[in-house]
T-cell receptor, first 111, second 112 residues
Framework: GEDVEQSLFLSVREGDSSVINCTYT??????LYWYKQEPGAGLQLLTY?????DMKQDQRLTVLLNKKDKHLSLRIADTQTGDSAIYFC???????????FGQGTTLQVKP | DAGITQSPRHKVTETGTPVTLRCHQT?????MYWYRQDPGHGLRLIHY???????DKGEVSDGYSVSRSKTEDFLLTLESATSSQTSVYFC???????????FGSGTQLSVL
């Protein structure tokens, strides 16, 4: 199918690590993306990974890609209250060229 | 927001009236998109443009039209607004098709 699946909600304590998971549809998708949406704002490109990579690290963010299982994860180290937002994963399946977003995971960070 | 401005930010209108939303970019990006965001549906593509006067339909284009007369402006028109078009509308731009989109701040549209 064409659904990119994410769990809807994650709650963590400030300072803990957060892991947001995503299952995508097409193992040949070239790029996989993570977008962040803060309340009342548009989506902001957070990071992305090219399909020939297994991992990408950018400061507190670590993206892991498991092509065999079509699983993408975003780990946020030392989660802060400013990380509270909705996180969307997205892919571009090679057979359609369409950009498909997941439903988004709401991350709640408790002080 | 990467040089993207959406106007208006909020609009309340009545069923049956025409509505036009504007997206203006200063990045000179080739591709521009209109999405709507609704609870339970995530983001859905309405229309997109790949150049001046070049547009194409997305997955939820019924009831919407678009125009792009200049590189920097992309207009979304609801010819006769319906309550089902109450939503948050986002414009996005990119240099390559569907890659690394930059989004505007959104327009909250309420159709009563």
């Amino acid at each position: 199918g064409e659904d990119v699946e994410q769990s809807l909600f994650l709650s963590v304590r400030e300072g803990d690590s957060s892991v947001i998971n995503c299952t995508y549809t097409d193992s040949s998708s070239t790029y996989l993306y993570w977008y962040k949406q803060e309340p009342g704002a548009g989506l902001q490109l957070l990071t992305y990974i090219f399909s020939n990579m297994d991992m990408k690290q950018d400061q507190r963010l670590t993206v892991l890609l498991n092509k065999k299982d079509k699983h993408l994860s975003l780990r946020i180290a030392d989660t802060q209250t400013g990380d509270s937002a909705i996180y969307f994963c997205a892919e571009i399946p090679s057979n359609t060229g369409k950009l498909i977003f997941g439903q988004g995971t709401t991350l709640q960070v408790k002080p | 927001d990467a040089g993207i401005t959406q106007s208006p930010r909020h609009k309340v209108t009545e069923t049956g009236t025409p509505v036009t939303l504007r997206c203006h970019q200063t990045e000179n990006h080739r591709y521009m998109y209109w999405y709507r965001q609704d609870p339970g549906h995530g983001l859905r593509l309405i229309h997109y443009s790949y150049g001046v006067k070049d547009t194409d339909k997305g997955e939820v284009s019924d009831g919407y039209s678009v125009s792009r007369s200049k590189t920097e402006d992309f207009l979304l028109t609801l010819e006769s607004a319906t309550s089902s078009q109450t939503s948050v509308y986002f414009c996005a731009i990119s240099g390559d098709f569907n890659e690394k989109l930059f989004f505007g701040s959104g327009t909250q549209l309420s159709v009563l």
